[in-house]
């Protein structure tokens, strides 16, 4: 989102809650996040797919609700009307290929309304299909799954990013050897996927609550949460949604103080901070010890203030839209350990791998032959978790390293805390509860944490490496 | 109670007025504060205030740079922010260093070369003395734009910090008056260099279209926060210039300077015969000259690229065709005559191998061959008569 997309949702925002009675509210939100998905996707080189990559989004949620609505609640007129509006929408888009250029949201001209019609008939021939096969909602749940998760490899996989390039650079008519992964921005996708693939795991076990088709599109794509989270749960974005009241002014206060302090954190120390922010290229020219610490706290910072300023921007316009989005920092860096720098830092994506990885995986073990070795349970789903949260980021041995080194890191501090407890009689509570003892676990922790940013940072392992050796006097 | 304020992220209970009013005063406060900013105009004062020299070792070379993120540099009009951020601001004020200032272009600056293989580098790694036992310490302020108005600019800017001589590099392409304002750094300092027009009675037109007013808007704090970015990514950038001693992105490729030449005789538009002394700012020379005092000022035709490709018969290089470039020698060598200039023609001073991507810009031991020239050129200034 930039300075122009911010301020102009917040000023449609604010018109809604001046004007807008609950109903509407509602449909506002809905029609503003569905133009949203289109207006905030960015240009790519492949020709039209500012256009396809946000119709797949929307296709995939409608299909997600398709398969997983409760069949018993039937489709009221809200739902008929909304998903009629839906399938519409694209055709709109489509249309205004024929206004002069630059008059259409998309960042380039959309495809000719013919193709639109093809592949949306297609789409509604599916969605019937789906439909008639009740029964096997629960297998199409899982293939659904199973389409997601391999988008997104495919996304996050350079090698197979660009083979996709490849392969539409064909469809497209546009010569293959300019294929690159950057092709494939698919804005939001990373969240959309964690946010449908909450609902598919929820209906197969039969925990998703009955969702109507407006809350559970706007819950996947509610406009100020596309780009950079944060994740809610459906069935609590949907509560709001139904019981969305427009704000008291000082609701509408703190909402639009909360965009002002996020724009403060990401326009200007974010992208002030950035400047110095290690990358590979001031990691390898950077002589200096000193400096380079600097520069990696530089990259810890600038990441913080990037990310939480975001994710302020994302909670104050839904504030002043009646929707309280769940908190996804919580001063991260002045926590005293690692265990709670993970309670803290992007909190909505590690509830998301708690509930769907970590839990299910320790349960499993539990009932496992190693379920009389605690330590060893806690080490795998611990190393599974932060692995496969390092790896969302992105298919590279970087982002797997930067998990693990959290891992272990989440293990230690556990079998300190265990060790610690059992002689917490011998240890004098003036020396546990002491500032220095505070302010030593706080230095540790932030600068375990900005250490572990280097794997993050940095492109290769070699890099990284070499570079964590330099800053403590090695390779000079 | 409401979500919002169980989340207790500074809810208070306020009004609707209340809103509206903090609005309006924002508003207000907004507008005050850039009236105020614009009719102050501090910005001559921010670029003053710099942590290099203090926090940051200070640069080598003026600030320039197409893309920081690369280069660890920036390119910028701020003259005072530009030696603020120069290590010729922290230079040792006593008398134990004979300071030499080298101002030219690109060639001085040191295109495509590390910061420590510039001309001044390339002279301070002598470790020259005077006779009394001063240190000769030359500093860099070649800019990479050609504009003798531009060197005049500078070498005015830099006798505040009292220089004990000053070499200054030239070629025919600084010269031609049509372009002398053709540099964004003139033409974004435009009362600097219309003052410096007015005092020196250099023929050059104070009211050029080229230059860029600021109108009342631009003096504002929105109007000028391009110029406050960059004067706080110039900051921003010491760290990594402390860092690194990057300053310069010097690729590993690049297109060499032009062996086969067009067979083009128009030198600025000028066809041979045309070209008079009228149309070279010689004046401009002069003007430094004189703003030096008694401080010397030793005036050198740099080298340049002399190619021996297709049609080299009628073009030294990409630049000159060899009927301008002769005409410029001899005009030059006689303004210098005529005006008591110490002027050293070093056109040929470097062999053609020693030439990168431009007919002006020396490798490493061009660099070096022709500081080793300079500096037999300081020995005459350093040892008692």
Redesign the interface.
Known sequence: MTLIHILIFSLFVSALVLTASQKWRRWSLFIISLVSVYWLQPAVSLRQFSFWFPTASIGLTVIAWLITRHRERGLSREDLAALLFTALFPLLISLSRFLPEGWQITASRPPSIYLVVIVGSILVILGFAGEWLTKWSRLLSVLLGVVVIGVFIVLKIETLSVWASSLLRGVTGQSRNLAASTDLYWLGFSYIALRLLHVLRDYQSGRLPAVSFLDFFTFVLFFPAITAGPIDRVEKFAS?MQNTVA????????????IVLGVFQKFVLAD?LA??AL?S??AT????IP??W??VF?FSLRLYFDFSGYTDVAIGIG?ISGI?LP?NFDRPYLKTNIGTFWNSWHMTLANWFRAYVFNPLTRALRKGRLRSNPALIILIGQLVTMTLIGLWHGVTWNFALWGIWHAVGLFIHNRWAVFLNARRDRIPPAFQTSKAMRAASLILTFNFVALGWVWFALPSVQMSWETLIRMFGGYR | M????R?G????????G??WR?LLKTFVLFAAINIVYALLNPLPVIGRLSLYNVLFPGRLRLPYGDD???S?NITLSHLDAMFAAHEIQSADQSEEEFRVLVIGDSSVWGFLLDPTQTLAAQINQSEMQTDDGRTVRAYNLGYPTMSVTKDLLILERGLINHPDLIIWLVTLESFPKVSQLDSPFLQLNPDLTRELITRHALDLDTEDERFEDPTFWNRTIVGQRRELAQL??LQ??G??W?????DHEIPETYNERLEDLPADLDFHNFMPGKLSTNELAFDVLEAGVQAAGDIPVVIINEPVFISKGENSDIRYNFYYPRWAYDFYREELRFQAAGRGWDYVDMWEALPDTEFTDSAIHYTPLGSRILAQNIIELIQEFIQEP
């Open positions: 709001k704000p008291s002014a000082s609701e509408y206060f703190a909402g639009t103080k909360r002030g400047i110095i990358n290229t001031n020219l950077t002589r200096s400096w380079l600097v520069l530089s504030q309280q908190e | 409401t979500e919002t304020q989340v992220k500074g809810v208070m209970k306020i009004s609707w209340f809103i903090v920081p993120d690369r660890f706080f990514k921003m950038l760290v990594l402390s860092g690194s001693g990057v």
